[in-house]
């Protein structure tokens, strides 16, 4: 039995992936606690600030996968690990638990760090980060990060946008990978703050950012990027744990 522990900081769900590749599918979120990134809008402080990590328990994959049976009613659907930035965490164990009970699992992380167990995953979100997150992109880690998809991992790219420095950073990532699918989606420039439970969020200026994002794309004949808001926002705004 696997006993290596999770630092996790949330289990939520089922609710509907809000972002990307599997937007609208049912899921459960496993989130963990830690990032090596600080990116100036990151909208999940509370499990990247190490001031809220009381809030960040070590669980074993069994303890986990108890705990995702009892939200989804032990009716198999698709698991999310978040963050943070979960590849930091020891997730191949909770993995290969999950899989054998007939789940499957989908991660995002920011590309930074490579893990050997990115093959067993279904879907992997790779979402490298823009000039205005602060975070400067090493091309190589994220390099390490696609090759380690493997042959069977499904993989998704996906940017988030604020401004024209922004969509130039989308460009080049849609011109250096130009055979994985990319989702490009607005920032929200009002995120919770990391002791909020919900929080005010201007939709109204998410959506401009959206139209002009479309706009874009269009003007510029990027066909081959998928445009997506972050659906659980639309329908929630800031509240956490939907
Ligand atoms: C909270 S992160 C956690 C996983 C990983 N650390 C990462 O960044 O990919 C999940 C997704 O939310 C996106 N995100 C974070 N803050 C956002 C914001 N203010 N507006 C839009 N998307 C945001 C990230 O870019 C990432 O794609
Ligand atoms: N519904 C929902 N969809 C999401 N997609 C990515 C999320 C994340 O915080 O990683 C997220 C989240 O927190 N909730
Ligand atoms: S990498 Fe992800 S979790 Fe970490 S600070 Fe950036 S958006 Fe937040
Ligand atoms: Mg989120």
Not at 203 to 218: F, Q
Request: charged residues 20%; proline residues 7%.
């Amino acid at each position: 039995m696997n006993t290596q522990t999770i630092r996790v900081n949330e289990i939520f769900g089922p609710t509907i992936q809000g972002e990307g590749a599997l937007i609208g599918q049912p899921t459960v979120f496993v989130r963990t606690g830690g990032c090596d990134y600080r990116c100036s809008w990151c909208d999940t402080l509370h499990a990247v600030d190490s001031a809220y990590r009381d809030d960040w328990h070590p669980m074993t994959p069994a303890a986990i996968m108890m705990q995702v049976e009892i939200l989804s009613g032990h009716c198999p659907l698709t698991v999310s690990l978040s963050g943070g930035n979960p590849a930091i965490q020891p997730l191949g164990g909770l993995i290969d638990l999950g899989r054998k009970e007939g789940y499957r699992f989908a991660l995002e992380t920011q590309g930074s760090i490579a893990r050997d167990w990115f093959r067993d995953l279904d879907v992997l979100t790779l979402s490298p980060k823009p000039p205005s997150s602060g975070m400067v992109t090493d091309w190589q880690k994220l390099a390490e990060c696609v090759e380690a998809a493997g042959p069977s991992t499904q993989l998704a790219l996906k940017v988030v946008i604020f401004d024209e420095n922004d969509y130039a950073y989308a460009r080049e990532i849609a011109s250096r990978y130009p055979q994985q699918s990319l989702y490009l989606q607005p920032g929200n420039h009002t995120p919770p703050a990391p002791d909020q439970e919900d929080g005010v969020i201007d939709m109204a200026g998410i959506m401009d950012r959206m139209r002009w994002l479309i706009d874009r794309v269009t003007t510029d004949r990027l066909y081959s990027a998928t445009v997506l808001p972050q659906l659980h926002t639309l329908i929630w705004g800031n509240l956490r744990g939907v």
